[in-house]
């Protein structure tokens, strides 16, 4: 069995790297952009929360590989910017998880008491001073579980990519297939390395909610 | 004692002010001027309006009809004006709202760093400041959770004091409080009126109102029924919604 591993290092390092990378990219892309929609949901302005609303209701209702073929096959045809397939990926991967990382800040959001907002407004803070400086630095500390599911489920998402010419992870198998290499312990090693790649989601996880069930 | 001489304008004024909560009329024409350095007590049974009136001065709760000014300035719809605005009105609430995850001194220094760009070791020096004046600088790197109600609540008024406002506004300040801890709270209140802050302080206190009110505002269904001096208040009301309410709260 290790020497299947051995023989295609090669493949697995390069595989597991891009996977990484990928999980990496997208990941940070969707906190960023996921936390921006949540704002624009709670935010005192209607336009901005219909628009909030409106990309909540379009990416979380699509299925990944269907933004995965609008970005694969429709994207190019816009004749927009050219852009790598791994490119590419990253972008459909952020845009789909960032609807679900708008939808969990929210609910932490919804978490705060109502008398922070009003505290903060009544000292003169403006919107974003309030959501930014009182009321995120608190949501945050409820939403480090669900917040974790979601980038568990990017992570093992990452492997629909491989279906667009992204060498990741799951682009290992077929790669072994061709190679002749024995298929069923070729996906033991995949299995197993998706397991190391959870750990230090897991435990940031728990060192995130140890320090701040302490501080409060 | 006697409301001291003021020059225009008053430091709140309320014209013709209405609001509702769906099919709730909760203040009808309210009409109401705070002159500065005045303190004023809002008074009434639960239900009322006093606090959706004092809520209101800062926008806490938007108007339907009629005009509030601060100062002599309209208050600014929602944006950076009304925030500029809410900066100089300092408000107290029932349930302190310290921000749970700030430490005391954090608590107070936060604003007058952020809102009023003030550097950080000089808020730091104004908020311990404030703290010993409230007499709690000895809890100021604790959590709010850390904290007794009224230790809570004394630092939520410094908080409020840090951005040197023009106006206090207390919603029922010592409401959630253990009865141990409302004079302490109290206390400090009744400190600041005596330094001439113009204050408007929704209540149920009514030795305070007795001690440091220049007026006592009474309200009953939404409308102001008596405004008038503490002592004659107490002793002569007019209406008899005030009598009723006073025979209520005084028998026992």
């Not at chain 1, 073929?69 to 459909?92: C, G, K, N």
């Not at chain 1, 960032?98 to 978490?111: M, Y």
């Not at chain 2, 005391?104 to 760093?113: C, D, F, G, M």
Request: one cysteine or more.
């Amino acid at each position: 069995m290790i020497q299947l591993l051995l023989d295609n290092r090669d493949l697995f390092i390069t595989g597991f790297l891009h996977t990484i990378l990928l999980f990496v990219l997208a990941g940070l892309g969707a906190l960023v952009l996921g936390t921006l929609l949540a704002a624009m949901r709670v935010s005192p302005v209607p336009a901005l929360r219909l628009l909030g609303t409106g990309y909540v209701t379009i990416f979380r209702n699509t299925p990944l590989t269907l933004v995965f073929f609008f970005f694969a096959f429709a994207y190019p045809r816009l004749e927009l910017v050219d852009v790598s397939f791994f490119t590419r990926a990253v972008l459909a991967l952020a845009m789909y998880t960032a609807a679900f990382v708008c939808e969990v800040v929210r609910s932490g959001i919804n978490t705060v008491d109502v008398g922070q907002f009003e505290a903060s407004r009544a000292l003169g803070f403006t919107f974003s001073q309030t959501l930014t400086t009182i009321v995120v630095p608190q949501a945050i500390r409820s939403v480090v579980p669900p917040m974790t599911s979601v980038l568990n489920s990017l992570l093992k998402n990452t492997t629909i990519a491989a279906g667009f010419s992204v060498l990741e992870a799951g682009q290992i198998t077929p790669a072994l297939s061709e190679r002749g290499a024995p298929l069923l312990i070729g996906m033991f090693w995949i299995a197993v390395g998706f397991g190391i790649l959870v750990v230090p989601l897991t435990a940031t996880q728990r060192a995130l909610e140890k320090r701040w069930s302490v501080a409060r | 004692m006697s409301a001291p001489a003021t020059a225009d304008p008053p430091m709140i004024r309320m014209v013709g002010v209405h609001k509702h909560f769906g099919s709730l009329h909760v203040l009808r024409d309210i009409n109401l001027d705070v002159a500065r350095g005045e303190v004023v007590v809002v008074l009434g049974p639960s239900g009322s309006g006093k606090s959706t009136l004092c809520r209101s001065i800062n926008r806490l709760e938007p108007i339907d009809e009629g005009r509030i000014e601060i100062d002599g300035t309209p208050l600014p719809e929602e944006g950076r004006a009304l925030a500029r605005l809410r900066a100089d009105v300092g408000m107290v609430f029932q349930q302190f709202n310290l921000f749970a995850h700030k430490t005391i001194a954090e608590n107070v220094e936060l604003a007058p760093v952020r809102v009023r760009r003030i550097s950080r070791p000089d808020a730091h020096a104004a908020a311990m400041q404030l703290l010993t004046r409230v007499g709690i600088s000895d809890q100021a790197d604790k959590y709010p959770a850390q904290l007794s109600g009224g230790q809570q609540q004394r630092a939520a008024i410094a908080r409020a004091l840090a951005m040197r406002p023009k106006v206090m506004l207390f919603d029922e300040p010592t409401s959630a409080l253990d009865p141990e801890m409302v004079q302490e709270v109290l206390d400090v209140m009744t400190a600041l009126a005596r330094e001439g802050m113009t204050m408007l302080v929704v209540t149920h206190e009514m030795g305070f109102a007795r001690r440091a009110a220049h007026r006592v505002v009474f309200m009953s269904d939404g409308e102001i029924v008596e405004d008038s001096a503490p002592d004659q208040f107490f002793t002569a009301p007019r209406s008899e919604r005030a009598k009723d309410f006073l025979g209520k709260i005084l028998t026992h």
